[in-house]
């Protein structure tokens, strides 16, 4: 089973969990990646306020799907779940869940971390920091989250 | 002859003050590559951007795309920086 | 912030969650893990219908809290949650929950592995199967589990 | 001369009919090791268990143990198989 999302609104976790939970009773492992708007105070800089996600609306949702299919075709995985958030988000608040479900844990971690690696580099969404001061900036790609996503290349 | 239909997202967006435009296209702008250098022609601000030294990434209807992938009229043609979700 | 238990109740993943990912501005990334009891039907064998944990009083607790500290000190992290069930909990039921807190997702997932391969091997639990005919039997350790450990062997 | 408490668990517990008990050590009966070979010189069924070729896993005080580690009078001394949880 596979199921993903591109929402606004906050997504609840433990039903998504519990959905995932119970694809099938040969489920035996649950691996699940949470992201959150974390404060990255700067010297020098007006703290972080909240983060604006922008997508591509139609891309963003075919691409989780792809990376979601991928998971499966790589993975022994009973099922996954990519929620990924868009809007203003202030601190603390969650972005983006990886669920990734499968007979054993090694398989749903790994999926985990596919999933959470590949959304980084391959879904189009884009951040910009908005700081208390009501300065604001779009984030700049990180050349370490292309190599997290190449670790995975065959 | 026929339009192609170009969205712009992020910075590109907020920096040429539009997010979408239709354009008919000449029959020779027939890649990305080469949509890409008739669109910095036609365009000083988008010119300036890409010259920037900013990476902009290029999909077509929806998929990531490169300088040597088709174009064609009734494609839709999304103009972007790297992403940065997750 | 380590948080352990050992319990036979459910736990609440959510609420779990909920707590990790407030203990501070600074979490970027929550990592969990789920362990379930899954089906395991064997050509010839009835049906699993539960497993029944038992545990060493007094020594899983510490042994929950040395793995937590470990990985604490492994990982850059702001906190862990691990939490084991015990007593006899029927197919599809969660046993394990582990949670690991850091800035960034790397970290969180990895500490999450490290948590739940350490636990297989390092805390004192006992699975036995009971099938549906009534049939009982302890499970065996797994060789696979010493090497997912000793993975994070230095 | 004192008393280990002595803790049995799994199917150690379930063979042995029993999942604990208190015994007074002799003085020689220092070691991990050597408490293992006495127990199993008192207790036939213990011995037979010990003797079937499935590993049994020693706790002294809550903390793995192995042959060399020292046991002392009020110690809390488990014996059990190797662990399967998570």
């Not at chain 1, 972080?48 to 996600?53: E, G, K, R, S």
């Not at chain 2, 008739?38 to 000083?44: E, M, T």
């Not at chain 2, 998929?63 to 992938?69: L, M, Q």
Request: proline share 7%; glycine share 10%.
């Amino acid at each position: 089973m596979i199921r993903v999302s591109v929402q606004a609104e906050p997504f609840d976790a433990a039903a998504e969990i519990a959905a995932l939970s119970g694809v099938g009773a040969a489920v035996g492992g649950l691996g699940c990646f949470i992201g959150l708007v974390r404060a990255d105070d700067r010297p020098g800089e007006p703290p972080l306020a909240a983060l604006v996600l922008e997508h591509y609306p139609g891309m963003s949702e075919s691409m989780l799907r792809e990376v979601a299919e991928q998971a499966c075709a790589r993975f022994p995985l009973l099922g996954c779940t990519v929620i990924h958030r868009f809007g203003r988000l202030p601190l603390g608040e969650p972005i983006v869940l990886v669920l990734a479900a499968s007979r054993h844990r090694q398989a749903a971690l790994d999926a985990t971390g596919f999933l959470i690696d590949w959304l980084k580099t391959g879904a189009p969404f884009w951040k910009r920091e908005e700081r208390t001061d009501g300065s604001s900036r779009w984030v700049e790609a990180r050349p370490a989250d292309d190599h997290a996503a190449a670790r995975w290349k065959d | 002859m026929g339009s192609v239909h170009l969205l712009y997202f992020a910075w590109l967006r907020e920096q040429l003050g539009r997010s979408e435009e239709r354009l008919d296209l000449p029959p020779e702008v027939d890649r990305v590559d080469r949509l890409l250098r008739w669109l910095r022609q036609r365009d000083p601000a988008l010119d300036s951007l890409a010259g920037s030294g900013r990476a902009i990434r290029v999909a077509v209807n929806q998929r990531f795309a490169r300088d040597g992938d088709p174009v064609r009229a009734g494609d839709e043609v999304a103009l972007f920086p790297p992403v940065t979700g997750g």
